[in-house]
């Protein structure tokens, strides 16, 4: 999957799902200490979630496949003095990034992906996760009215990121997720915690 239909969104003004400041659960969870050691933003857009967890001082590598979107996270991690890595990468292939994280976030992108994907998808992000590791999930959900683009049911959850593919769901909420395209609300969203095993 090559980056340019995901570059494109950024190039006449913000994404859709672009709002300018990170995800209030990625806030949240920040706040509530559930971050530990060395942390992978999984399709990191243009950095916002990478950059308030980086400013609270842990090690983050924030990832995506469209280039503009990554300039425009490195520029705002210059002009708010703050560390962050952001790289290229394909989130069906994490294991060329060779390395390994303790905490794992993916906002907005397990639900882009199709069934026949999440396998992949699911595979990739176990072979840059620690064991006892923790995967955090943000995605649209089918609960509720004035859902987001390729809802995700809490099966589907339960379904990818099963024992047998070295996951163990731990909890899955129902939360928000903002965009450009709802009001201050947001849309409804499952917040997963999902362990590496």
């Known amino acids: 999957m090559t980056g340019l239909p995901w570059d494109a969104s950024y190039q006449d003004g913000p994404a859709p799902w672009d709002v300018?400041?990170?995800?209030?659960?990625?806030?949240?969870?920040?706040?509530?200490?559930?971050?530990?050691g060395?942390?992978?933003d999984a399709g990191c857009g243009t950095g916002e979630?990478?950059?308030h967890v980086a400013s609270l001082g842990f090690s983050v590598l924030g990832v995506d496949v469209a280039?503009?979107?990554?300039?425009?996270?490195?520029?705002?991690?210059?002009?708010?003095?703050?560390?962050?890595?952001?790289?290229?990468?394909?989130a069906l292939h994490l294991e060329r990034l060779g390395r390994r994280f303790e905490t794992v976030l993916d906002c907005g992108l397990f639900h882009t992906f199709n069934r026949d994907e999440r396998p992949g998808y699911v595979t990739s992000l176990a072979s840059v996760t620690e064991d006892?590791?923790?995967l955090f999930v943000l995605c649209f959900?089918?609960?509720g009215p004035d859902t987001g683009p390729h809802?995700?049911?809490?099966?589907?959850l339960r379904t990818a990121f099963d024992?047998?593919?070295?996951?163990?769901?731990a909890a899955i909420e129902p939360d928000r997720v903002q965009t450009r395209f709802h009001d201050d609300n947001g849309a409804p969203a499952w917040l997963a915690t999902i362990n590496r095993i």
Request: glycine share 10%; no cysteine; net charge negative.
């Open 20 to 36: 300018g400041r990170p995800q209030p659960a990625i806030v949240r969870l920040a706040a509530q200490g559930q971050f530990a």
């Open 151 to 156: 809802p995700v049911t809490q099966e589907d």
């Open 38 to 40: 060395t942390v992978l």
């Open 67 to 90: 280039e503009t979107a990554l300039a425009m996270a490195r520029a705002k991690a210059g002009d708010r003095g703050i560390e962050a890595e952001f790289a290229a990468a394909d």
């Open 163 to 169: 024992p047998s593919t070295g996951w163990n769901v």
């Open 49 to 51: 979630n990478a950059l």
């Open 132 to 134: 006892d590791g923790t």
């Open 141 to 143: 959900s089918d609960d």
